[in-house]
């Protein structure tokens, strides 16, 4: 008998719905206050009430008619795509040096590539704003991006560095023996098998600048980024165009989300027939 079919004698069907019914439960609990904005976005009623009004793009066209929204997405984009590329390349080279060599502290140096992430966004927008300000960067975009940098490129190392991980690595060793320079092998053997994982951690690094809010709150002074926009809204009085705003944010931070899960996911269906091989 198969592996496939023991496993399937000792499934029980009881644990199975409640697994699917925790599922469902979950997605329905992280995304029903996004589904409830998306809803509220095409209402013609200022305030989110039930019952709703009748379908509107008035909200849209108020978005789209805005300046200081597209001067938002303007800011966010610019940024976003910087910081998404700057990340991803400084993820790749941590990555592959911890792939690739073996040295004193190392086990330090992995904890404080992989340390941003972990500290509280208040207090490293503080700190970014502290650092920025004694080397007169604070208040323009160039600080958005550093910081944003700051904050994406553990997430590019930590996707890359799982993609090398997966590498044999007798494959360097014998592109030297056939001849293959250092610089000739990282081209056509160490970039190639991770090109899925370097567009996968582009994507997921850009999907992390364009939400992050508060550290860019702290240190974009008049170059502010759409979420910090967004905040301005709300300091003034309550906007149904925050909820079409919120709407085209996450339709975004999605797809470049799916983009990255495509990309890695086809890397694992490659190469998982070559593992059963």
């Not at 597209?70 to 400084?90: C, D, K, Q």
Request: charged share 15%; with cysteine.
């Amino acid at each position: 008998m198969s592996d496939t079919g023991a496993q399937d004698i000792n499934r029980s069907k009881p644990v199975d719905w409640a697994l699917k019914a925790y599922i469902f439960a979950a997605y329905a609990f992280v995304f029903a206050p996004i589904a409830a904005s998306f809803v509220f976005s095409f209402n013609s009623d200022r305030f989110p009430s039930i019952p709703l009004g009748h379908f509107s793009l008035e909200w849209y066209q108020a978005v789209a008619s805005d300046p200081l929204v597209w001067e938002g997405l303007r800011n966010t984009l610019f940024v976003g795509v910087i910081a998404g590329v700057v990340s991803t390349l400084l993820g790749f080279g941590a990555a592959y040096t911890d792939y690739r060599y073996k040295f004193f502290g190392k086990q330090i140096y992995l904890a404080l590539a992989l340390l941003p992430p972990t500290i509280p966004v208040i207090i490293l927008g503080l700190a970014m704003l502290a650092y920025l300000s004694r080397i007169n960067l604070s208040g323009n975009a160039l600080s958005v991006i550093i910081s944003h940098v700051v904050v994406c490129a553990p997430f590019a190392m930590a996707i890359i560095r799982l993609r090398l991980s997966q590498m044999d690595p007798a494959l360097e060793p014998a592109a030297w023996n056939l001849g293959a320079s250092e610089w000739k092998t990282m081209r056509h053997v160490i970039v190639p098998f991770t090109k899925p994982a370097i567009f996968g951690a582009l994507f997921i690094t850009m999907a992390v600048s364009f939400d992050e809010f508060a550290v860019a709150w702290f240190v974009s002074g008049l170059n502010e980024t759409l979420p910090v926009k967004v905040l301005g809204f709300l300091q003034g009085q309550v906007s149904p165009r925050i909820n079409a705003i919120g709407t085209f944010v996450f339709v975004t931070s999605m797809t470049l989300v799916i983009l990255a899960q495509v990309l890695l996911s086809g890397r694992d269906a490659t190469a998982r027939p070559d593992a059963d091989e």
